[in-house]
């Protein structure tokens, strides 16, 4: 399977699972009147809304590049994924808030709760499922729209095992599960800040990471014909890299020459780097070009 459909599997599959923990999480609040599933349950409609944003994402962010957006569509992965941070803020303000309150009022009547262990322990089975999955498809695509779902998905299981021990220990005392959750949505906001700055980093250009920087620039210098470079820069967008190079060559080389060691850069650096397209612009080494030079 390529990774692109790898990636829309997951993405599929995870909007299923957030479809039939809603199913359940409605009956059981229905049945039991617990406000942790209640809580439990707006987390999993975030997760769904979220998860359908990716599969979008996903399956256009994939799409080859056409004339109007000639650098590809990769950057949508960021986009979701920098809404579906937003999002996951979102509900664990929420989730403080609900704990709060409970806190203070001390008034649950929970029913059933039967019920309502059978449906927390189904959901975290389906969600570990999911997780694992997710995880392989992260392990072998880097894509970050899947790490984002993930961190979803991971909040979920924390969130509903607190609900399965609070159902378990209502009973003797009430306020056990409000604090471990406000633990647990302190937690999540702070993993939360990674994908934050990694979509912001994307869609900011920020240069790729330094080894590759510096295993693309080897490449570049170990080109016989090569007697420098200025003007390096890179970008990433999806899982492709833009890279631009002024590259100084022998000023009395013909034009055919120097465009001939411009396409074999080009290659060399396509053969280490698939995804990736170099523009080398050709200077004559030893030209005042102080003017124009960056880093
Ligand atoms: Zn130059
Ligand atoms: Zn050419």
Same mark, same amino acid.
């Given at each position: 399977?390529?990774?692109?459909?790898?990636?829309?599997?997951?993405?599929?599959?995870?909007?299923?699972? *957030?479809?039939?923990?809603?199913?359940?999480k409605l009956?059981a609040?229905?049945?039991?009147?617990?406000?942790?599933?209640l809580?439990?349950?707006?987390?999993?409609?975030?997760?769904?809304?979220?998860s359908?944003?990716?599969?979008?994402?996903?399956?256009?962010?994939?799409?080859?590049?056409?004339?109007?957006?000639?650098?590809?569509?990769g950057?949508?992965?960021?986009?979701? *994924?920098?809404?579906?941070?937003?999002?996951? !803020?979102?509900?664990?303000?929420?989730?403080?808030?609900?704990?709060?309150?409970?806190?203070?009022?001390?008034?649950?009547?929970?029913?059933?709760?039967?019920?309502?262990?059978?449906?927390?322990?189904?959901?975290?089975?389906?969600?570990?499922?999911?997780?694992?999955?997710?995880?392989?498809?992260i392990?072998?695509?880097?894509?970050?729209?899947?790490?984002?779902?993930?961190?979803?998905?991971?909040?979920?299981?924390?969130? &509903?095992?607190?609900?399965l021990?609070?159902?378990?220990? &209502?009973?003797?005392?009430?306020?056990?599960?409000?604090?471990?959750?406000?633990?647990?949505?302190?937690?999540v906001?702070?993993?939360?800040?990674?994908?934050?700055?990694?979509?912001?980093?994307?869609?900011?250009?920020?240069?790729?990471?330094?080894?590759?920087?510096? &295993?693309?620039?080897?490449i570049?210098? &170990?080109?016989?014909?090569?007697?420098?470079?200025?003007?390096?820069?890179?970008?990433?967008?999806?899982?492709?890299?833009?890279?631009?190079?002024?590259?100084?060559m022998?000023?009395?080389l013909?034009?055919?020459?120097?465009?001939?060691?411009?396409?074999?850069?080009k290659?060399?650096v396509?053969?280490?780097?698939?995804h990736?397209?170099?523009?080398?612009h050709?200077?004559?080494v !030893?030209?005042d070009?102080?003017?124009?030079?960056?880093?």
């Amino acid at each position: 399977m390529t990774n692109d459909r790898l990636v829309q599997l997951t993405s599929k599959a995870s909007v299923a699972a *957030a479809f039939m923990l809603i199913i359940a999480k409605l009956y059981a609040v229905y049945t039991t009147h617990s406000l942790g599933i209640l809580s439990s349950l707006f987390d999993s409609s975030v997760d769904m809304i979220a998860s359908i944003g990716n599969l979008i994402a996903v399956t256009i962010a994939a799409r080859p590049a056409d004339h109007k957006y000639q650098f590809g569509y990769g950057k949508l992965e960021a986009v979701a *994924a920098l809404i579906q941070s937003i999002l996951i !803020g979102a509900s664990l303000l929420f989730l403080v808030s609900e704990a709060l309150q409970r806190f203070f009022s001390n008034d649950i009547t929970v029913t059933h709760s039967t019920t309502g262990i059978w449906v927390m322990a189904l959901s975290i089975v389906m969600t570990l499922g999911l997780t694992a999955f997710q995880r392989y498809t992260i392990q072998r695509t880097q894509s970050l729209a899947i790490k984002a779902d993930m961190l979803h998905y991971k909040t979920d299981t924390a969130v &509903n095992i607190v609900v399965l021990i609070s159902l378990f220990l &209502n009973t003797y005392y009430n306020n056990i599960d409000t604090i471990a959750c406000i633990g647990i949505c302190g937690y999540v906001m702070w993993a939360t800040r990674h994908i934050v700055v990694e979509s912001l980093e994307v869609l900011l250009d920020k240069e790729i990471n330094v080894k590759d920087q510096s &295993n693309i620039k080897a490449i570049l210098n &170990n080109h016989p014909s090569v007697k420098g470079f200025h003007n390096f820069r890179t970008r990433s967008s999806g899982k492709r890299i833009f890279i631009e190079a002024h590259i100084e060559m022998d000023p009395k080389l013909t034009l055919v020459e120097a465009h001939n060691i411009a396409h074999d850069l080009k290659d060399a650096v396509e053969a280490v780097y698939p995804h990736s397209e170099m523009i080398v612009h050709q200077d004559p080494v !030893g030209y005042d070009e102080s003017s124009e030079r960056r880093f």
